[in-house]
């Protein structure tokens, strides 16, 4: 065969990018696990019609038919999963009977976006998410403490600072009906856009589309504009007044005190949040990485009131999902993250002949045990180009055994060598594994 | 929407079984890691020719078709993986001038098989591999060692006693053109039915499609049945004599000895491993668990020297696979394996009414920067209704607030409640995560 190239939008890591990716996960889960959240994963493929069930045509999903299907058989109907949620919202309604409510979950996978090829756009990518759902009410307190989950999450990483932007959908919908705008949807689909489209269009669309005066699409562009601790003295000052903006002001209040508490700085109130059309019913959370701006949102959610029911029962939830390969590809291709080392060995044991490879296992052996990872070297070749093996591959030290278990260890880096009993010699804690190292220090 | 039912063939399990897997996979990347894998993880598709170019018309693949696909968009030409090998062999060749060899890695991912829906079988598990490939020629010590790291992987897991089968393609080979038989893939391949037809039709079959004579078939079906210590002089005793006959001997014997020595009972000669028609060359792994034959091989491998080739270049590669879903399904059907608790929290922090959840939230907090996995109530209901809240899930601790810190704690097996210092207070290290315990003991 000839060799094989790159599939665009499916990123693929080097072992030592690899290593990076799996301390990121482990923090994530870490923390999640410290706010007994419960891992699930969920089967890689859902029935379509679940998949489609919110009415998201604007998601790109890849389809699976057997290659060895039958001439009769049926399409298998079964598609790639392009979130998290979704899945989590089935996978709750079908255990229903097993899990015990408020039920907290993280979950940890892959998804999979079936997007035109040429867009350069991931259609493979890692997402962390944590839920908490309950039966029939979920009380407001979990939009609070969704914040701070996070918050600890996100700065636990070896990332630049972040930022969580916080709105909620009751102050935007509370504040168009107070104004008189019926139709909610419409309205928050076009000031969603004013990014893209900038102010001018977003006014004449929204009296073109949305039955606004020039006065009330103003009043929508000023809302949208504001941010900031006295977000909703702001907002009140504009004259508008409904139960559900009250609500919705009260709510974000809550979270934005809460997080300022816990951790200072890190959260702010930002009413052009709007998170596209999706099932958001309340808080709804955006993330940006500082110095980063242009990669869009790291990590969003919000609360969602009608995800997960059937006829007969309902949960809703408030949950928020961490883009994890679209951090890590921005901070791998500037340079900003990296592992000390390519390999998770710590020690080479060098080889003086092919004829005491059995013995030189045993001394590797003795090290594994103490929990130090150690290779044997491959070959017997001179010591020079043993050395250069573990110096190609960042791994500190070389084990020479000697006659009588009298063995010594070179520090690569420095050079010294000294003799050492392999049943008690100890790397430095930094060296042991290998580290995630930044580039901010 | 109705109530969703599960997608037979796509297991998945609840949080407290994820809890086990969980600690299965790590356990496995740590035993790794000790012998200086590297991880990868290559991205869930493949290119059809690339799923297809050893021949192997029997794997069953999931085509990936785009939902929104234009008119004229030519096919993906995408399948989903349906192991690990023949993507690394491709990560490999793609990648060869930035990794180091010999390249040491371990992959740990999910694989589908677009298997018959009524058969039952999975369609989606995980499989973790150790690989070691090399450029030009892979010495073959380490075929020994890949014996050693799956001895240490598995008998470090809590499951039941394992035993694994090693054989090597040489010696079937080299006995059967010492036989004077020349089509060895069909004398391979009907020999490789014994357990499925029985020897009698093995033999007849040899002798219709595989020009032998009966004593030649006789010859062939004692070989498969030779296994044990003294695997090598019941071979020879057969009188048959080949050069490759004698390497392959040479080598399984290498491989016996060293596991031997670092793992006495764990490992034996099996000459009836065959491994199918795969692309291995030399020695072939598979492995039992001990009282659950009938599950077949829960970890299976071996020598490949064709596998990652271009027409330049050649990487030889030893690795063996573990299938961890088969495995655990397994366990958890016969309740032979279990998580201690349902979620990951330590200490419940009861809640005396809703105006002082700020302040719990503060005690929950110091006990997670101290590491120990901490929730704050749902509600300020009574402290029963509370403790049994801690109790559906297996909490073991409920911390009462106090005033002016001074709080207690309560161990809800026991009863025992006393005052502590949230600052100092530490749980036994078998409270503080979740366990898996086996039947076992």
Known sequence: MSKPTPLSGFPEWLPR??????????????TFELYGFAPIETRAVEPLDQLLRKGETDKEIYLLRRLQAEA???DSNLGLHFDLTVPFARYVLENAGKLVFP??????QKVWRGERPQEGRFREFYQADIDIVNRDELPFHYDVEIALVIADALSGLPIPPIRIHVSNRKIAEGFYRGLGLTDVTTVLRIVDKTDKIGPARVQEQLVEFAGATEKQADLCLELAQISGEDFADRVLALGVRHELLDEGLQELTQVVEATAAHAPGLLIA????????DYY???VYETTLLGHEQLGSICSGGRYENLASTESERYPGVGISVGVSRLLARLFNQGLIDASRQVPTCVLVALPS?????ECDRIAAVLRRRGIPTEVSPTAAKYGKQIRYADRRGIPFVLFPGEADEHEIKDIRSGAQTPIDINTWEPSEEDRF???VTSQG
């Open 270 to 277: 930002d009413l052009k949040i709007a998170r596209g059309l």
């Open 281 to 283: 019913t309340g808080t």
């Open 434 to 436: 290998p580290r995630i």
């Open 72 to 74: 009769d058989e049926p």
């Open 17 to 30: 990018q690899r290593m990076v990716e799996q301390r990121v996960l482990d923090r994530l889960r870490h």
């Open 103 to 108: 039920f907290r979950r993280y979950q940890i």
């Open 354 to 358: 092919e004829e005491v490879r059995r």
